[in-house]
T-cell receptor
Framework: GENVEQHPSTLSVQEGDSAVIKCTYS??????FPWYKQELGKGPQLIID?????GEKKDQRIAVTLNKTAKHFSLHITETQPEDSAVYFC??????????FGAGTTVTVRA | GAGVSQSPSNKVTEKGKDVELRCDPI?????LYWYRQSLGQGLEFLIY????????KSGLPSDRFSAERTGGSVSTLTIQRTQQEDSAVYLC????????????FGNGTRLTVT
């Protein structure tokens, strides 16, 4: 099955700086790559996703890049704010319904 | 509108007891999913429903776990003879249909087996 690795496991950034989280996946047939944000006591919330026919997608301060050849994808958050502090999960999917998740990155934005 | 609703939010049970976890998906969503999140871990797929059918149950850890969905809406995940390793947060999600649509997660049920 699909195996997704996520780095780093924790990330501390100064408010206003950028944060980058990287994930690799094992199955070249995976074609859907969502990113979720999870706040304490809440379920994960989709923040951005990308399909394998696209190399980059941006939504305001959040962007995702995908390198199919290298089988890795990254989340970029610019101009970080305290409300960006949360656990972020990447995921990969072959078939749209069974997501394989990374282990998560705890992001702390220091004021 | 209302999101995915899960109940109870917390459940403490003794080892060996059965538990039922409930999920109420977003109205109109035909696909429903169960995932498990162990402490400090990512999410692990358990099962998904398309309507009332479960085409993929491959993630259920053992035959102590079962799930059903009735009326194309509410789903229950049942764990029989609970073990301490079953302690985790059980997350339910729904989507408009099974392909090309994002998953919307509930806040989960935190299960603690003592």
């Amino acid at each position: 099955g699909e195996n997704v690795e996520q780095h780093p496991s924790t990330l501390s950034v100064q408010e206003g700086d950028s944060a980058v989280i990287k994930c690799t996946y094992s199955d070249s047939a995976s074609n859907y790559f969502p990113w979720y944000k999870q706040e304490l006591g809440k379920g994960p919330q989709l923040i951005i996703d990308i399909r394998s026919n696209v190399g980059e997608k941006k939504d305001q301060r959040i962007a995702v890049t995908l390198n199919k050849t290298a089988k890795h994808f990254s989340l970029h958050i610019t101009e970080t704010q305290p409300e960006d502090s949360a656990v972020y999960f990447c995921a990969a999917s072959l078939n749209d319904y069974k997501l394989s998740f990374g282990a998560g990155t705890t992001v702390t934005v220091r004021a | 509108g209302a999101g995915v609703s899960q109940s109870p939010s917390n459940k403490v049970t003794e080892k060996g007891k059965d538990v039922e976890l409930r999920c109420d998906p977003i109205s109109g969503h035909t696909a429903l999913y169960w995932y498990r999140q162990s402490l400090g871990q990512g999410l692990e797929f358990l099962i998904y429903f398309q309507g009332n059918s479960a085409p993929d149950k491959s993630g259920l850890p053992s035959d102590r776990f079962s799930a059903e969905r009735t009326g194309g809406s509410v789903s229950t995940l049942t764990i029989q003879r609970t073990q301490q390793e079953d302690s985790a947060v059980y997350l339910c999600a729904s989507s408009l249909d099974v392909s090309v649509s994002p998953l919307h997660f509930g806040n989960g049920t935190r299960l603690t087996v003592t």
